[in-house]
């Protein structure tokens, strides 16, 4: 039986201006190595974005990086690993990147460029990073039996997947094709729906449907991640099943308010706090007790936006768009206007609008009325 480890954006760096940061992706590189040879894989699939700088990446951390690699993976063990976007130094091209030359050891590989590759006895099929999903999906299964479309792995961003789990935003992804523009949906993948297909890209975790889903990162890099589960996927190459092994013991990100500090374990862990008011007195206490007695990582505090300051931001946009010589008036000047509609009521209508007249549909029947 063969079977791989999955797992993908690790984002090595010295983030966060602490070289803690770097030896956290290091630690959670090292456990992946270990639990590889635990659960018997001879294969580790790595999904994409290695390294977290497209630019440069600084010398302790590729240091420390290519060590891990030669002293922790077992030998014996083939490591293939996808071109990510933040592994890419030109935008629109894999051949230059950042991993490539972790290939001075033997048993690493590089996937940069999208490729079937016959991996313990399946057709493993293989997507870098790109922009334009469809048409590289389309490239790789042309001329194939979808009987041997089983399984795919890919770095690239999917229409309305999650791309925050905390506020619950969902991306937006359209590209251009043919003649006009389409979006990038789970669809792309429906001729591998005998199989799985494995994301890498957006760091959330997440099924887009019962055959397609995003690993995510292996520990939480960022407060976007925060009270995310972490963990990686061992598959067996022949049933295509897999079980998940969870990450338990990297610092986590936490957002609380002033009155959850003592409810949680901050040891270790990244904390933000928030509050209403920056300038309040106890701010000072309550950063004492977090450097003392919680002993966090790091923390920061972040004001709660009010409501009245929405408000607040509402009624300027609102007045400033009143006023004829700056948005409405300008706007109507410079556009055509078809024959038979009025520039004044046209103008009457944009300011109606802005000042949320529109209750119950009110505005519309005034209209047509008119």
């Given at each position: 039986?063969?079977?791989?480890?999955?797992?993908?954006?690790?984002?090595?760096?010295?983030?966060?201006?602490?070289?803690?940061?770097?030896d956290d992706c290091l630690k959670t590189l090292e456990w992946i190595?270990?639990?590889?040879?635990?659960?018997?894989?001879?294969?580790?699939?790595?999904?994409?974005?290695?390294?977290?700088?497209?630019?440069?990446?600084?010398?302790?951390?590729?240091?420390?990086?290519?060590?891990?690699?030669?002293?922790?993976?077992?030998?014996?063990?083939?490591?293939?690993?996808?071109?990510?976007?933040?592994?890419?130094?030109?935008?629109?091209?894999?051949?230059?990147?950042?991993?490539?030359?972790?290939?001075?050891?033997?048993?690493?590989?590089?996937?940069?460029?999208?490729?079937?590759?016959?991996?313990?006895?399946?057709?493993?099929?293989?997507?870098?990073?790109?922009?334009d999903p469809i048409k590289e999906a389309k490239k790789l299964k042309?001329?194939?039996?979808?009987?041997?479309?089983?399984?795919?792995?890919?770095?690239?961003?999917?229409?309305?997947?999650?791309?925050?789990?905390?506020?619950?935003?969902?991306?937006?992804?359209?590209?251009?094709?043919?003649?006009?523009?389409?979006?990038?949906?789970?669809?792309?993948?429906?001729?591998?729906?005998?199989?799985?297909?494995?994301?890498?890209?957006?760091?959330?975790?997440?099924?887009?449907?019962?055959?397609?889903?995003?690993?995510?990162?292996?520990?939480?890099?960022?407060?976007?991640?925060?009270?995310?589960?972490?963990?990686?996927?061992?598959?067996?190459?022949?049933?295509?099943?897999?079980?998940?092994?969870?990450?338990?013991?990297?610092?986590?990100?936490?957002?609380?308010?002033?009155?959850?500090?003592?409810?949680?374990?901050?040891?270790?862990?990244?904390?933000?706090?928030?509050?209403?008011?920056?300038?309040?007195?106890?701010?000072?206490?309550?950063?004492?007790?977090?450097?003392?007695?919680?002993?966090?990582?790091?923390?920061?505090?972040?004001?709660?936006?009010?409501?009245?300051?929405?408000?607040?931001?509402?009624?300027?946009?609102?007045?400033?768009?009143?006023?004829?010589?700056?948005?409405?008036?300008?706007?109507?000047?410079?556009?055509?206007?078809?024959?038979?509609?009025?520039?004044?009521?046209?103008?009457?209508?944009?300011?109606?609008?802005?000042?949320?007249?529109?209750?119950?549909?009110?505005?519309?029947?005034?209209?047509?009325?008119?």
């Amino acid at each position: 039986m063969s079977k791989a480890m999955l797992f993908s954006d690790l984002h090595v760096h010295s983030h966060k201006g602490k070289i803690d940061r770097l030896d956290d992706c290091l630690k959670t590189l090292e456990w992946i190595f270990k639990e590889s040879k635990n659960h018997e894989c001879k294969y580790i699939l790595f999904l994409g974005d290695l390294f977290h700088d497209r630019a440069k990446i600084d010398v302790l951390t590729y240091l420390r990086t290519f060590e891990a690699f030669m002293n922790e993976a077992d030998p014996n063990q083939e490591i293939y690993l996808l071109v990510g976007n933040h592994d890419m130094y030109h935008r629109e091209r894999w051949d230059v990147n950042s991993v490539k030359p972790l290939t001075a050891i033997p048993n690493v590989h590089i996937v940069d460029e999208p490729s079937t590759i016959n991996i313990g006895g399946r057709n493993v099929d293989w997507i870098p990073h790109t922009e334009d999903p469809i048409k590289e999906a389309k490239k790789l299964k042309e001329g194939r039996d979808k009987k041997d479309l089983t399984l795919l792995l890919g770095h690239m961003a999917i229409d309305n997947a999650i791309l925050n789990t905390m506020y619950g935003t969902k991306a937006d992804v359209i590209v251009e094709y043919d003649t006009g523009m389409k979006t990038v949906d789970v669809s792309i993948f429906d001729d591998w729906s005998n199989g799985r297909v494995f994301l890498g890209h957006y760091h959330g975790a997440q099924h887009l449907n019962d055959h397609v889903e995003y690993l995510g990162s292996p520990l939480q890099l960022s407060y976007g991640e925060a009270f995310q589960e972490k963990h990686i996927a061992v598959l067996d190459l022949k049933t295509l099943e897999y079980e998940y092994i969870i990450n338990d013991f990297s610092p986590k990100h936490l957002i609380l308010e002033k009155n959850e500090i003592n409810e949680h374990n901050l040891k270790g862990n990244f904390t933000r706090i928030v509050c209403d008011d920056m300038s309040a007195k106890d701010l000072i206490d309550i950063k004492l007790d977090l450097m003392q007695k919680h002993e966090v990582a790091s923390f920061d505090f972040k004001q709660r936006e009010r409501k009245e300051d929405e408000e607040a931001k509402i009624e300027e946009a609102r007045a400033i768009l009143f006023k004829h010589d700056e948005m409405l008036e300008k706007w109507l000047e410079e556009k055509t206007v078809p024959e038979g509609l009025d520039k004044g009521f046209l103008l009457e209508i944009g300011k109606k609008i802005i000042a949320n007249q529109d209750e119950e549909g009110s505005l519309l029947k005034e209209l047509l009325d008119s």
